[in-house]
């Protein structure tokens, strides 16, 4: 089955940064755009980026355009979020998801998520 | 970029009753390949987020067909037939047209 494993979460400084990563097994990950989406505490779903499944495209929310770097290596079947000059609002569970959609809609998957927390 | 809007953001319901959200986009969803990536996903309680609905009215797979779909334009709505215990949640309409995704602000539904 699909399984999708986010590391790399902890408390860090403002200023500061951190890098996620996310694991998969059960998929041909090479075949597949990914995207982070994040939470805040007690608050809701915000799309973060996405890369293409062989990385040549990237997209990025404005809040985090210019700080934030995804990326992915398809040998190690893994998705990256490298996030820089971390602030107090990027205090959130990141997401790592495949929601592909476009003739077809197949199942989308979700991991746990990994909760990355900015703080003085 | 583009807003969702979901209405409303609270929905207590009685179980085997009837629910609906609805979701207002800023501008219109349509690809320029016609289609129109709108999506609602479900969360429940301690869990990450799942799709129910994509494309406006398709339900993912494993979906009961109690969850439904419909719209068009800018206007598009999430419906329950008859609300279940497991359907307690918050429901999230998302736009996957135009860069970059948003989703709406969730709507919590909740047993009387």
């Known amino acids: 089955q699909v399984q999708l494993v986010e590391s790399g979460g902890g408390v860090v400084q403002p200023g500061r940064s951190l890098r996620l990563s996310c694991t998969a097994s059960?998929?041909?990950?090479?075949?597949?755009?990914m995207h982070w989406v994040r939470q805040a505490p007690g608050k809701g779903l915000e799309w973060v980026a996405v890369?293409?499944?062989?990385?040549?495209?990237?997209q990025y929310a404005d809040s985090v355009k210019g700080r934030f770097t995804i990326s992915r290596d398809n040998s190690k079947n893994t998705l990256y979020l490298q996030m820089d000059s971390l602030r107090i609002e990027d205090t959130a569970i990141y997401y790592c998801?495949?929601?592909?959609?476009?003739?077809?809609?197949?199942?989308?998957?979700w991991g746990q998520g990994t909760l990355a927390t900015v703080s003085p | 970029d583009i807003v969702m809007t979901q209405s409303p953001l609270s929905l207590p319901v009685t179980l085997g009753q009837p629910a609906s959200i609805s979701c207002r986009s800023s501008?219109?969803?349509?690809?320029?390949?016609?289609?129109?990536?709108l999506h609602w996903f479900q969360q429940r309680p301690g869990q990450s987020p799942r799709r129910l609905i994509n494309?406006?009215?398709n339900r993912d797979a494993g979906v009961p067909d109690r969850f439904s779909g419909s719209g068009s334009g800018t206007d598009f709505t999430l419906k329950i037939s008859r609300v279940e215990a497991e359907d307690v949640g918050v429901y999230y309409c998302?736009?996957?047209?135009?860069?970059?995704?948003?989703f709406g602000q969730g709507t919590k539904v909740e047993i009387k």
């Open positions: 998302m736009q996957g047209t135009h860069w970059p995704w948003t």
């Open positions: 501008q219109s969803p349509v690809h320029s390949d016609g289609t129109t990536y």
């Open positions: 494309k406006i009215s």
């Open positions: 059960g998929l041909t990950f090479s075949s597949h755009g």
């Open positions: 890369i293409s499944h062989d990385g040549s495209d990237k």
């Open positions: 998801a495949k929601m592909d959609c476009g003739p077809d809609c197949p199942l989308d998957y």
